[in-house]
């Protein structure tokens, strides 16, 4: 089992930056699985953000956030950040943390995702 827990969400103008943290618990934060954020904004799916391979040195991110967006990972402290500048009201939804254990590789795939954190909302005023 892994816990999940994220952070660092709140309400930031337009062209503001917030950085979100997921905090990892339970089964040991290794380096041998994927993490990835994804966000859900109201009447739509949950749609891929961002993933770090398990040693980091791999990142994949959506078409919409390339650019702006940057995720790092300390497997050390047991963290996945992620870092949101330039944000437009768009990027408003809950962002959510999740776990590949299957995975070394930064997959975009929801389903391929085992743990899942509660969730941050951001909001992003225009």
């Known amino acids: 089992q892994v816990q999940l827990v994220e952070s660092g969400g709140g309400l930031v103008q337009a062209g503001g930056s917030l950085r979100l943290s997921c905090a990892a618990s339970?089964?040991?934060?290794?380096?041998?699985?994927?993490m990835g954020w994804f966000r859900q904004a109201p009447g739509k799916e949950r749609e891929f953000v961002s993933a770090?391979?398990?040693?980091?040195?791999?990142?994949n991110y959506a078409d919409s956030v390339k650019g702006r967006f940057t995720i790092s990972r300390d497997n050390d402290q047991n963290t996945v950040s992620l870092q949101m500048n330039s944000l437009k009201s768009e990027d408003t939804a809950v962002y959510y943390c999740a776990a590949a254990i299957g995975w070394s590789t930064p997959t975009r795939l929801k389903s391929e995702y085992d743990y899942w954190g509660q969730g941050t909302q951001v909001t992003v005023s225009s």
């Open positions: 339970g089964r040991a934060f290794s380096s041998s699985y994927a």
């Open positions: 770090i391979s398990g040693g980091g040195g791999w990142t």
